[in-house]
C-alpha cells in the first residue's frame, strides 16, 4: 500500500516526533511505501528514509517543482520517502523550544495570515505528492490542527486523524479560536485516534457537535520493544559508558541544543552510583512536576544511600529546577519556599505557586534539611538525548518517575520504562493512569507502588513508592521487572500499532465507549 503521512516536525526527539519516526519504519517492516511531509532538515542521516523530497523555497502556495533524491536501495518491499514543505522559517508549535534553523512560536502568538500561508504551502505540497504517487491507499493527519485541514483542503481521502493531546491541551481548549480550523480537519476524516479515553473526553468537550464520538478510536503509541528490554545488572555501567563514549566522540553540533560536555558528566556519575539509579525523562517544564522529584530526592537518597537521580530532558523551566536543587541540596529551604511560590514565573509565564511543591515546603519532615545536604551532588542534568540514547541508558535505571501535573495523552515514557523492566512510578490521571492500569491488572505486585495520586502530599507519597520499591531483594526487583517488560510487549508494538493506523483510515477504529 501506499501510505500517506502529515506529521510537521522532526523526527527525533520526543513525543509526536517518535510515534511518526516508528510508526513509518514499522509500516515499511509490514511491506508499505511510506510517504512523510515532515520539517526534519536531516532526515537523509537516518538510516530507514530512502528518499527526500524537496521544494525551491516558497511563499505561500506558490511552490516549485518537487525533486526527489533516492538515498539508497530500498532492502525488501518497503520504502519510506520523506519530503519537506517549503514553508520558510516560521513553525508554528504547541509548545516552544528551540528547532534548528526555525522561529518556532506558538500557535497563539501566530496571525490567522501566518497561519493560512503556512498551511497553504503545506496543501500545495501534499497535492505535489499526491500527484507524484497517483493517490495515496491509506492517509494520518498528525495533531488536530493543523494537519488534517491541510489534508482536507488537499483533496486527501479517506484519512484518520492521531490526537497526541499536546495540540488539544496546549493550544485549542486555551484557545477557542483554533476550533474551527480543527472542525474543518476533522469533519471529513474517517476516524480519531486517541491514547485514552482521557483524551478522548477532553477532546470531545472541546470540539462537540460534529459527530467526534462515533469516529474516535485507541491509537496509543507503541514501544520499540528490542530497544527498550531488560538489562542484567551486572550490564547497566559499561551499557551507561557506552553511550557516554559515543557522546564524547561526536562531532561539536552533532545533536541540536546539546551540551556534550554536561551529558558525559552526568551519563559518567549515573554509571558510577554505589546505589541504585533513578531517572526521569522528558520536558524541563513545570507542567511534568519535575519538582516534585527534586523535592522528594533528598528523603529518596536517604532512605538508599549512593543513590542517584539523573534528568534528562530540556524546556524553559531548566533554570527554575537548577535553582531548585541548589536550594534544597544546600538545606536552604527558604530560597525553596521562594521559588515554590513564584512557580510558573520562572518558566517565562505569569507567577503562579506551585501548590504541591509549597504544601511540601511550608511542613517538611524532621531530618529533611540534613537529608538535603547529604543528597547534594547525586542530582545530574544529562540535557537533550535522542529516543536511541534515552533507549540505550533507561534499561540501566532502577526505577523511573513520571510525576506529571498536566494532563497526558497516553504514557509513552512509562510504558518504555516498563519495557526496560524499570518499575514507572507515574502521576495518577489522564493517559498514564491508563498505562499503569494496565501494568497494574497484569501485575499485581505493583499495584501499590505504580500510581501517585496528586495533592497536598504528593512529595512524600512520590518518595514512599520509590522507597518501597528499591527496598525489595534485588532478585524480587529483577522478577518483577521482566513480568512488567512482558506486559509491556504483550500491549505496545508498533506493528500493531501500524496496522491500527492503516485501518483507522478507514474508519475501522477499536471504539472509545462514549461515558455516560
Known sequence: ??????????????????????????????????????????????????????????????????????????????????????????????????????????????????????????????????????????ALANHLIMGPVIFARAGVRPYAVKNHGSDLEYTIKPNPRFVPWAEEGLEPAASVLVGSEHTAASMWAAIPGIGLEEKTGFGPPGVDTAAFAPLAREERPGRILALRDRIAAEPPSATFGRDADEAVAALTEFAAA????????????????????????????????????MLVGFGGYEMGLRALVTAVTDGDLDSARAIAEVGRGLEGGEEAPLEYLSAFFDSPPEGYVEAGLAAAGSISFAGRLEHDEVAAVEPAADSMIVPSTFPEAFGMVAAEAAASGVLPVCAEHSGLAEVTATLAREVPEVKDLIGLPLGAGAVGDLAEKVDRWLSLPEAERARIGRNIAESADRNWSWQGVARDVISASAGEVRRVAVSP
Open 274 to 309: 554505589p546505589g541504585p539509579r533513578v531517572i526521569f525523562v522528558g520536558k524541563l517544564i513545570v507542567s511534568k512536576g519535575v519538582d516534585l522529584i527534586v523535592a522528594a530526592w533528598p528523603l529518596i537518597h536517604a532512605a538508599n544511600p549512593g543513590a542517584r537521580l
Open 1 to 138: 500500500m501506499k501510505i500517506l503521512i502529515f506529521h510537521g516536525y522532526l523526527l527525533r526527539g520526543t513525543g509526536s516526533n517518535i510515534y511518526n519516526a516508528n510508526l513509518a519504519r514499522a509500516l515499511a517492516g509490514l511491506g508499505h511505501d511510506v510517504h512523510l511531509l515532515c520539517q526534519d532538515r536531516d532526515a537523509e542521516r537516518l538510516d530507514w528514509v530512502d528518499a527526500v523530497g524537496t521544494w525551491p523555497e516558497a511563499d505561500g502556495a506558490e511552490i516549485g517543482e518537487l525533486a526527489v533524491e533516492s538515498l539508497r536501495a530500498t532492502p525488501g518491499s518497503g520504502s519510506v520517502t520523506v519530503y519537506r514543505p517549503p514553508i520558510g522559517t516560521l513553525l508554528p508549535v504547541y509548545v516552544e523550544d528551540p528547532y534548528e534553523g526555525f522561529e518556532a512560536r506558538a500557535f497563539p502568538r501566530l496571525s490567522d495570515d501566518e497561519i493560512e500561508r503556512y498551511v497553504a504551502a503545506n496543501v500545495a505540497a501534499v497535492r505535489a505528492v499526491q500527484e507524484r504517487i497517483g493517490g495515496a491507499d491509506a
